[in-house]
């Protein structure tokens, strides 16, 4: 596909990315890596069917092989009975995130839906976590909360909740909000961050990647505020490199402290569109907002001086593949303002695959083979 240009649009680059070019061969819901692309500013795309991948078995970067997790001494700390953990586990001595995970309190929320998801305070001693990894184009991530209300189908970051020894299936149903969120990145940025990174050979800032493995403007944001306040802290910083990648329109509620942080630092915001066809999205994407709506999130993130690009990933064979389909959500993002778009194939971890293949057999029964 060519790029698109248009006399009354920005510079808008459209690219495709092969299944080889990306990591284990595509893709989180977790969103997919991909290499930072030459334009405005010269963005780094971030993950996009959820989640960021790594070489590192850790609870932000996905590891190589389902081997490297899950192999921890549980000699001491608290028992999980939970009928949603996995067989045999449900009375292992629990360690680390997993621990935390057991022992988190309730969290407070005025929703009151029946089904709404259960929300719980994660305690943690860090906000801003390491992705060490050629693979992707960032070296760290922020991950305002554990686990997404969104329930894409086909969501790659399902993994992260089996490092609470929790079913990947209880992604949309357990969300963990992580404490103290605005004093721990002060700290982390402090100690940790980079203003030259040695991949960059010293010249350019370390990369910092919001929401790579959760969406940090999925429903949980509204009460909690998890990613505002790691956006007014980011914003009284200079210097920084920074990426949002987003499936909400709730994004714009945060301008005001977007433009602050643009203006001091480099920030790229991309927005996930997967189809413009809303019922198609409803099924793919069941408590996401509309594709129209995520599209409208562009243009007034674009009218307001925001460097903003459009993720159609994953692409879903034989469902969001079809003869125009890309073709319209790049229309779409073009005619709203996106500086530039980008796609990847569907990609499954063992985890997303249980959830993701029973959908295909019900929903798309000529594809289940």
């Given at each position: 596909m060519s790029p698109v240009h248009s006399p009354s649009a920005p510079s808008f680059r459209i690219r495709r990315r092969h299944a080889s070019q990306t990591t284990a061969g595509l893709f989180p819901e977790c969103p997919d890596a991909i290499s930072p692309m030459k334009q405005v500013r010269d963005p780094a795309p971030v993950a996009d069917q959820r989640g960021s991948n790594s070489n590192q078995a850790t609870a932000d970067c996905p590891p190589a092989s389902r081997t490297q997790h899950g192999t921890q001494s549980r000699e001491t700390g608290p028992i999980r009975i939970d009928a949603a953990s996995p067989p045999g586990r449900a009375h292992a001595r629990l360690v680390g995130i997993a621990r935390l995970a057991a022992s988190s309190p309730p969290a407070e929320t005025q929703r009151k839906s029946a089904e709404r998801p259960e929300y719980f305070l994660l305690p943690v001693k860090s906000i801003l976590n390491r992705c060490d990894s050629n693979r992707v184009p960032f070296e760290w991530t922020i991950n305002p909360y554990r686990g997404?209300?969104?329930?894409?189908?086909?969501?790659?970051?399902?993994?992260?909740?089996?490092?609470?020894?929790?079913?990947?299936?209880?992604?949309?149903?357990?969300?963990?909000?992580?404490?103290?969120?605005?004093?721990?990145?002060?700290?982390?940025?402090?100690?940790?961050?980079?203003?030259?990174?040695?991949?960059?050979?010293?010249?350019?800032?370390?990369?910092?990647?919001?929401?790579?493995?959760?969406?940090?403007?999925?429903?949980?944001?509204?009460?909690?505020?998890?990613?505002?306040?790691?956006?007014?802290?980011?914003?009284?910083?200079?210097?920084?490199?920074?990426?949002?990648?987003?499936?909400?329109?709730?994004?714009?509620?945060?301008?005001?402290?977007?433009?602050?942080?643009?203006?001091?630092?480099?920030?790229?915001?991309?927005?996930?569109?997967?189809?413009?066809?809303?019922?198609?999205?409803?099924?793919?994407?069941?408590?996401?907002?509309?594709?129209?709506?995520?599209?409208?999130?562009?243009?007034?993130?674009?009218?307001?001086?925001?460097?903003?690009?459009?993720?159609?990933?994953?692409?879903?064979?034989?469902?969001?593949?079809?003869?125009?389909?890309?073709?319209?959500?790049?229309?779409?993002?073009?005619?709203?303002?996106?500086?530039?778009?980008?796609?990847?194939?569907?990609?499954?971890?063992?985890?997303?695959?249980?959830?993701?293949?029973?959908?295909v057999r019900e929903k798309f029964p000529r594809l289940a083979k």
């Open positions: 997404c209300e969104f329930a894409c189908k086909y969501c790659y970051a399902r993994y992260t909740h089996e490092y609470m020894e929790l079913d990947g299936s209880e992604f949309e149903k357990k969300i963990y909000v992580k404490k103290d969120a605005a004093p721990l990145l002060a700290h982390d940025i402090s100690r940790k961050y980079s203003y030259a990174s040695e991949r960059s050979g010293g010249e350019k800032p370390d990369h910092i990647a919001i929401g790579p493995a959760t969406d940090p403007y999925q429903p949980a944001e509204r009460e909690h505020g998890v990613t505002r306040a790691c956006l007014e802290e980011l914003a009284k910083r200079e210097g920084l490199s920074v990426s949002i990648i987003t499936k909400s329109n709730q994004i714009v509620r945060d301008i005001d402290v977007l433009t602050k942080i643009a203006a001091r630092s480099s920030l790229q915001i991309d927005i996930t569109v997967t189809t413009m066809r809303p019922r198609l999205a409803r099924l793919l994407e069941p408590r996401a907002p509309r594709p129209d709506l995520r599209i409208a999130a562009v243009k007034e993130l674009h009218e307001a001086g925001l460097a903003v690009g459009v993720s159609a990933s994953p692409l879903v064979p034989g469902i969001t593949d079809g003869e125009g389909e890309l073709e319209a959500v790049a229309a779409a993002a073009r005619e709203a303002g996106a500086q530039w778009f980008f796609s990847g194939v569907l990609f499954l971890m063992p985890s997303s695959a249980k959830q993701f293949l029973p959908f």
